[in-house]
């Protein structure tokens, strides 16, 4: 074995060997080949290739076939498909060519190290030529005495491979040089062309893997020629107004040839062609004269030519020439029809006429003008009345009866004939039956039922609804034996109304209508919801029908679908006729989604979201709660106000307390030299059940007054000095303004009592006289702060009744009502207590009762006067004005200062008619 070096070496040899050159400028003979040499393969064949390896490569580095590697375009063969010829010789084979692809390698690997590429070969795959069929050749004239030939043929599959075809023609006795197609396959020109000799012709197709041939014709070139068109073509109108003549030039020669020809013609505007019969044009010729043409009509024309005898081809057509024919006078009557109007009077109508214009081939001519004639069948005598109209309407006034209008058109060459419309009084013929429609091939078709009695002719009328225009009606006549009829101009998705009348001879029909479409297609838009009414459990929906140009078909049905935020969408289908739905079984106080659809024939829309919420409380159900509630509440207050009357007595103690009556009252406790102190925190302790006595009142005689020691009036200064002190100003809720007006009492003078102010405060003192329990009884006084009126039930009667016996013996320091008379009443304080002193000096002053004053009540002090000019002899001691008070004072033996003598607050029990004490 080679060491790797040595493997090197020999790979270095092998390309040395392959590819340096010899002194001679060629290549040094290579390791080996391959055979066959470049091949030309058919498509799906077998193949071997054989690769050969020369002897000088096998001494040097023993380089064997069984190393022979077979590559197709670098891609390694099998080697299923290798065979060892001998250790020179490998050969591989291919059972199918269609796979093969080029390049093919012939490669060596020495001990699998190094890959070397020995030879290689470019593999062509394809087929080999059809027969060529279908050969047909066409002499082409090309001016008068020019001609050339051209033959096509089908050349067959594609061969991958490069083939040639090749014309051949010949005589009998002569060949001519093949005609080799330039640029393509199929087809080839013969300039060089002999008439009047039988020509045999073929094609010949060649490639590397072969040969075909077509089948061979044999023609005389003058039969396969095709002539040039007729040129100078002409029209020119006849003396008729039904014919029209033609003129043209030939650019064939006689001498070659004789032709005939073919006429074509068609209205201007139309796309139909018509031809003049071919045995008309059959022998040769230079003009002819087209007649049955239309009066006043436009005709295009063209002409084409061929061979005489019909062998060969036809000419192409010449250029279209137009001519017009002659008027001639109409061939009919317009269509008329009418329509009535009698809203505007009912003894009269308003007609208007109208009418078609006549078509082309109708009119024959330019219409100048329409006659119209209107006859008066209900009145013989009436006149015939005429109107020459310009324009296809016309509006008359007429009175309401029978009426025939004729209506002829009129050119220039004479009068159409009459067209007749019968008016009738009232359509009380029968009508048509079974009225339907039809679409059709863009068409729609009307049909009816024809009633039992003779109709003279059909009136179909039509229009587009819309509901922002007013109807345009169209209409057309049909015969009295057809029972339907196609409607033209009918647009797609758009509403028409149909009404047909039928015409008898004595009369005429009503109208039978019917809508119908076209085609349709589903709304252009949906419904738009909205709600009338909502309540807890039920919702009124409202909506508007679509217009007739929205809904682009007939609305079959509505299709409401509402569904809450979270829940399931329901479906209702409402009648199309209907514009309010109620909605039923909702829940309260719930948001629902709620939108509509309209569905026709073709489809459906779906118009926008509408939202509503349910309420929270039905019809009648606030009512309910608020109605007992209120009343309920108006018991409840009239109960209360029962109550209250019934415990009106009740009730007064609390609201208005009743103020006990001082003369009423009475004295706890009496203490001339020390005021008893009062724990206001407890009454009870303070004044225990029966600690207090009646309040008496104490009189002073006035021969008495002298029995007093100076030491026992003591006490009585005190209380003038408190009386002075405190007028100024009020102690407790018992004080009042020296200014307000004190409650007037009985004067103790002769002139009777008065009645007084009961609106005034009450200020009043008790005088306790008996003791506590076993003390000494000393002498107190107290005053009250109540602020509560006396009523005058309370007063005593006593009290009123004082005289002027009582006032001549005695002196009443205890009194309910002060001695002033009237004229006093209003002074101020200072004066009448000046006065009142002056008045009795010598006279005791007593315990002093200050009375009632307004609505407020206050106790007014008490004194007593050491003198004349200090005591109050027959008043009561009190200060004229409300808001003079007199603090209780201490009578004893050692009286005290007013400033340390203690005040005493005396509460009151209850006693016969008194008031409980606040």
Known sequence: MFSRWNWVACGFYLVLNICSPDASGGLVQSCGHIIPESPVLALGSNFTALCILNETCLDFGNIYANQIIWKIKNRVVPKEQYREVNRTVSSVTFNDTSSLATPLTCNILADGQIEQNIYGITVTVGLAPEKPKNLSCIVHQMSRFTYVMNCTWNPGRHTFLDTEFRLKYSWPEEVFPDCIPKGVNNSCTVNDIQFFVNTEIWVEAANALGKAESDHLVVDPVDIVKPLSPQNVSVSSGILPTVLKLSWENRVSNAVMTLKFNIRYRIIGNTSWMEVPSEDTASPRTSFSVQGLRPYTGYAFSIRCMKEDGVGYWSDWSEEKTGITTEDE?????????????????????????????????????????????????????????????????????????????????????????????????????????????????????????????????????????????????????????????????????????????????????????????????????????????????????????????????????????????????????????????????????????????????????????????????KGEIEAIVVPVCLAFLLIVLLGVLFCFNKRDLIKKHIWPIVPDPSKSNIAQWSPQVPAKHNFNSKDQMYPEGSFTDVSVVEIEADDKKSFSEQDLKPFDLLKKEKSTSEGHSSGIGGSSCMSSPRQSVSDSDEGETTQNTSSTVQYSTVVLNGYRDQTPVQVFSRSESTQPLLDSEERSEDHAGGAESTAQRQQYFRQNGGQDENNADRPCFERAKQITHANEGDLVGFVQLQVSGQSSQPLGLGIEKNTEEAALSSVSQTCTEGQTVRPETVGENPLSVDDMPKSYLPQTVRQGGYMPQ
Not at 367 to 374: S, W
Not at 387 to 394: F, G, L, M, P, R
């Open 330 to 618: 109409p061939s009919k009557g317009p269509p008329i029809w009418r329509i009535i109007d009698a809203s505007h009077s009912p003894a009269s109508w308003t007609v208007h006429l109208m009418w078609k214009a006549l078509k082309p081939f109708e009119a024959n001519g330019v219409i100048l003008q329409y006659e119209v004639t209107v006859r008066d069948k209900s009145c013989l005598s009436s006149p015939l009345k005429k109107y020459n109209v310009t324009s296809t309407n016309h509006t008359l006034q007429l009175p309401k009866g029978t009426y025939e209008v004729t209506l002829i058109a009129r050119n220039s060459v004479g009068a159409s004939p009459p067209s007749v419309l019968l008016i009738p009084a009232r359509n009380s013929e029968a009508p048509v039956k079974n009225l339907r429609t039809l679409p059709k091939h863009d068409k729609l078709w009307v049909g009816w039922t024809a009633p039992n009695s003779y109709v003279l002719k059909y009136v179909i009328e039509w229009c587009l609804v819309s509901s922002s225009s007013d109807c345009i009606r169209e209409w057309q006549i049909a015969l009295g034996d057809v029972q339907g009829v196609d409607l033209k101009g009918i647009k797609p998705f758009k509403c028409y109304l149909i009404t047909v009348y039928p015409l008898y001879a004595d009369g005429q029909g009503s109208g039978q209508s019917v809508k119908a479409y076209l085609k349709q297609d589903r709304p252009s838009k949906g419904p738009t919801v909205q709600t009338k009414k909502v309540g807890k459990a039920e919702a009124v929906l409202t909506w508007n029908h679509l217009t007739v140009e929205e809904q682009n078909g007939f609305i079959r049905n509505y299709t409401i679908l509402y569904k809450t935020i979270d829940g399931n969408e329901t479906v209702v289908t409402v009648d199309p006729s209907k514009t309010e739905y109620t909605l039923s079984s909702l829940t309260s106080d719930t948001l629902y989604t709620v939108r509509m659809m309209a569905s026709t024939d073709n489809g459906s829309r779906t118009g926008p979201d509408f939202t509503f919420t349910t309420q929270k409380f039905g």
